[in-house]
């Protein structure tokens, strides 16, 4: 969608796994951003990634963490999985008209 | 950080316009304001954006007065399909983390 792959779509895990989300945005752009949208909820800024660094980061605990690979697509790791991290993880491309992905929907049980 | 509120819900009945306003009191020099819509389970798609005055393009118009301090995305002739979650972000262009989202409008169109 608008140039920004994701995967997996759904992904399953149960308290204290970890997670790796994956994202690709369309060749020639050099920036990631990562958004968590719990249900029901607005979107919240997880990191920001641009030219493989790490540049920004939001209000989210350290086991909370990514990288961002030569070829500018990014993975988003979250350890010691809760409950409270099941939502939508969502990566943009760009940030002045940012382009989303079509997310990644973990489910933490 | 500029925080934005906007109304939860708005309903609406088709082929009316719509107007959605978010205000945005704390918004900075540097900051644009943009809209997005989102469908269920699907990542936010962009419909405009601007920085002042008014911007127009095939599916909306965004309003800003000069003090910046709210803006109003209007959608014209109003469509069942238009039922979404549509959210306002106001920040800076080049990072991402002094962006805020708002807790978006939930638009129900009737028949």
């Known amino acids: 969608e608008a140039g920004v792959t994701q995967s997996p779509t759904h992904l399953i895990k149960t308290r204290g796994q970890q997670a790796t989300l994956r994202c690709s945005p369309i060749?020639?752009?050099?920036?990631v951003y990562w958004y968590q949208q719990a249900l029901g909820l607005g979107l919240q800024f997880l990191l920001w990634?641009?030219?493989?660094?790490?540049?920004n980061r939001g209000n989210f605990p350290p086991r909370f963490s990514g990288r961002q690979f030569p070829n500018y697509s990014s993975e988003l790791n979250v350890n010691a999985l809760e409950l409270e991290d099941s939502a939508l993880y969502l990566c943009?491309?760009?940030?002045?008209?940012?382009?989303f992905g079509p997310g990644t929907r973990l489910t933490v049980l | 950080l500029a925080k934005t509120t906007q109304p939860i819900s708005m309903d609406s009945y088709e082929g009316q316009e719509v107007n959605i306003t978010c205000s945005h009191n704390n918004i900075a020099t540097n900051d644009y304001i943009t809209w997005y819509q989102q469908f269920p389970s699907q990542g936010p798609r962009f419909i405009i954006q601007g920085y002042k005055t008014k911007v127009t393009n095939e599916v909306a118009s965004l309003f800003i007065p000069a003090d910046r301090k709210s803006s109003t995305l209007s959608l014209p002739r109003v469509s069942l399909s238009d039922t979404a979650v549509y959210y306002c972000?106001?920040?800076?262009?080049?990072?991402?983390?002094?962006?805020?989202f708002g807790d978006g409008t939930t638009l129900t169109v009737k028949p």
């Open positions: 972000l106001v920040g800076d262009r080049t990072n991402a983390g002094k962006s805020t």
């Open positions: 060749s020639g752009h050099t920036s």
């Open positions: 943009a491309r760009s940030l002045g008209e940012q382009f």
């Open positions: 990634y641009d030219e493989g660094e790490e540049r």
